[in-house]
């Protein structure tokens, strides 16, 4: 049983571009939420999918903003990268609503040059 | 806003002695703790959790404290082992919803 995946596993961007992370949940899960991990920070809630639909957001600008498929898979997408969106960011999927039950992915390692 | 804080950044300790990590969290409506563990290139793992209505839950060797008074708790790992050696996450939740993560603390077993 495949856990949580994320794709891509790193990725370069330069400042103004837009990027689109993956995630697919484990299997059975129908909730993803997404996380940014700056260095040396722990993980900060960007936004939650439930139903396709976006049930929470954490204190992110509109620059980023996501999506859920009908297979619950995600993505999220940034757009006009600044340099201080260089971060880990993960993605936890978990069956219901919330995430104290989550899995977590091993992260996509976003670097903004 | 940091509602959840962990004031150490570093633990060393020696294989076999008791690691134990702190955690203080400045919101007292959260309701539910974990404890996260990870490593390098990887995800968080889920390690333990405890709901606000106790004050310890154990699993092994690793045992969690919650002090609500005082919007603490802390983590103990007992023997500790160099597979310990990795970086945690103290985190807390409202109402099973978004997760609140402190910055970590990375524990260094010494052989």
């Known amino acids: 049983d495949a856990g949580v995946t994320q794709s891509p596993t790193h990725l370069i961007k330069t400042r103004g571009q837009q990027v689109t992370l993956r995630c697919s949940p484990k299997?059975?899960?129908?909730?993803v939420s997404w996380y940014q991990q700056a260095l040396g920070q722990g993980p900060q809630f960007i936004f939650q999918?439930?139903?396709?639909?976006?049930?929470q957001r954490g204190n992110f600008p509109d620059r980023f903003s996501g999506h859920q498929f009908p297979n619950y898979s995600s993505e999220l997408n940034v757009n006009a990268l600044l340099l201080g969106d260089s971060a880990l960011y993960l993605c936890?999927?978990?069956?219901?609503?919330?995430?104290?039950?989550?899995?977590f992915g091993q992260g996509t390692r976003l670097t903004v040059v | 806003d940091q509602q959840v804080k962990q004031n150490s950044p570093s633990l060393s300790v020696q294989e076999g002695r008791i690691s134990i990590l702190n955690c203080d969290y400045t919101?007292?409506?959260?309701?539910?703790f974990l404890w996260y563990k990870k490593y390098p290139a990887e995800g968080p793992t889920f390690l333990i959790s405890?709901?606000?209505?106790?004050d310890k839950n154990e699993d092994g060797r690793f045992t969690v404290f919650l002090n609500k008074s005082a919007k603490h708790l802390s983590l103990h790992i007992v023997p500790s082992q160099p597979g310990d050696s990795a970086v945690y996450f103290c985190?807390?939740?409202?109402?099973?919803?978004?997760?609140?993560f402190g910055a970590g603390t990375t524990v260094t077993v010494r052989a």
């Open positions: 936890a999927s978990s069956l219901g609503q919330g995430d104290t039950e989550a899995f």
């Open positions: 299997s059975g899960h129908d909730t």
């Open positions: 999918y439930y139903e396709e639909e976006e049930r």
């Open positions: 919101n007292s409506m959260f309701d539910y």
């Open positions: 405890i709901s606000s209505i106790k």
């Open positions: 985190a807390a939740s409202l109402n099973d919803y978004k997760l609140s």
